[in-house]
């Protein structure tokens, strides 16, 4: 089993959709979890790391489920600017400074 | 500005050629890592510093080898024994472990391709 899954998609919305997408992790003692978004051929940019309570910044929301270790993205009203690849990461609870990633879940935005 | 530099944006080489991919951060952090990243694939990790003098094997370490003789600089060579070396290179960094809110920060990235 991958230490981080995500659904590849695309997923394909219209401007002003909400779109929701979830990561799983592998080890239940993981501690620190983000979401990166990635444009084609650029580096990996932080979207917001993921709090146990949820936390939210602008159209985005974060969630963390513990019990059945998963992590979940929503994009409220979606841009087309939010168009990307996004990266789910997760840290290695035997040593802090590894992080695992995902292979990305692409999201385009059509006008 | 802070940040991190890679350079070259990129990279060729030949059979046989040892190259050096050069990774400089003004930020002051303590750990650095490199990482290889191949189409439709999640970053994987060649090697990380937590300190200066001090480096360790990340998962794919095999045919490259890194050098953290200053805080600021870790250069990742790709020796010969790479075969299969073509791929994105992305250079990283965080203060101390990756907490919730001490992110990884990534350099712009190296291509390398087989000449």
């Known amino acids: 089993r991958k230490e981080v899954e995500q659904d590849p998609g695309p997923f394909n919305v219209p401007e002003g959709a909400t779109v929701a997408f979830n990561c799983t992790y592998s080890?239940?003692?993981?501690?620190?979890f983000f979401w990166y978004r990635q444009d084609c051929r650029k580096e990996p940019k932080l979207l917001m790391s993921?709090?146990?309570s949820g936390n939210e910044d602008g159209r985005f929301t974060a969630q963390l489920n513990r019990a059945s270790q998963y992590i979940s993205l929503l994009i409220r009203d979606s841009k087309l600017s939010d168009s990307a690849t996004y990266l789910c990461v997760v840290n290695m609870e035997s040593n802090d400074y590894k992080l695992s990633f995902g292979a990305g879940t692409t999201v385009t935005v059509r006008a | 500005d802070g940040g991190i530099t890679q350079s070259p944006k990129y990279l060729f080489r030949k059979e046989g050629q040892n190259v050096t991919l050069s990774c400089e951060q003004n930020l002051n952090h303590d750990a650095m890592y490199w990482y290889r990243q191949d189409p439709g694939q999640g970053l994987r990790l060649i090697y990380y510093?937590?300190?200066?003098?001090?480096?360790q094997k990340g998962d794919i370490a095999e045919g490259y080898s890194v050098s953290r003789e200053k805080k600021e600089s870790f250069p990742l060579t790709v020796t010969s024994a790479q075969k299969n070396p073509t791929a994105f290179y992305l250079c990283?960094?965080?203060?101390?472990?990756?907490?919730?809110?001490?992110?990884?920060?990534f350099g712009d990235g190296t291509r390398l391709s087989i000449l």
């Open positions: 080890n239940s003692a993981s501690q620190s």
């Open positions: 990283a960094s965080n203060r101390g472990p990756p907490i919730q809110n001490q992110p990884q920060h």
């Open positions: 993921v709090y146990s």
């Open positions: 510093s937590q300190i200066v003098n001090d480096f």
